[in-house]
């Protein structure tokens, strides 16, 4: 499966909810360009020459936030995009707040489609456990749920969410996330 033309997809959702196995069925049946915002916060840590671990990345978003903006992670990821150049399409994984999907659409307008992708805390928790990234995620569901709470809090991740052009219950397995995202894409056009 290729081609829609090209869009800007923006994946929102809590830490647990599929953003990632979303973004990589974008990218391996639509043939996009996946895109992290996480990477940009990365590439600033090995600059600082800090550990990668989530308070960190944190600590990076809002100092960068502080100093270009809330949208300024959101600003890096179009500066890489209109470096590739050409007319294909990128999804974007890790929105954080309003302002990163008022950039994408101030930037490419009806080109951008903004999925939320939902799941519920308990099978959130649980598919954290199981990936175990050290740094990144917690062992007991009382730091998980501290967590969630510091993301929306910090980066007001609920009004990302409640933005969205399009939602999708994540409760069930990666092949049924997969043809749910494909499917809403080639429906949307």
Sequence with gaps: M??????????????????DAAA?????????????MSDELLEELRKRGMPVTRENMRRVGIELRREMGPSAVAKLVI??????????????NGIRNLEEIEEFE????????????????GLRFLRQLKRGREGFDRQSYADFLREDREEIRTFH?????????????????????KWRVVGLLLKAG
């Design 2 to 19: 290729r081609g829609l033309g090209r869009r800007i997809i923006l994946i929102v959702g809590l830490p647990g909810s599929g953003k």
């Design 24 to 36: 990589r069925a974008i990218e391996e049946e639509l043939g996009y360009k996946m895109l992290r």
């Design 79 to 92: 500066r890489r995009i209109e470096s590739m150049g050409g007319r294909r399409g990128f999804v974007v």
């Design 106 to 121: 101030r930037r490419f307008g009806a080109e951008v489609i903004t999925i939320a992708i939902l799941a519920s805390k």
């Design 157 to 177: 991740l609920g009004d990302a969410i409640a933005a969205a052009d399009y939602f999708i219950l994540n409760e069930g397995g990666l092949e049924e996330l």
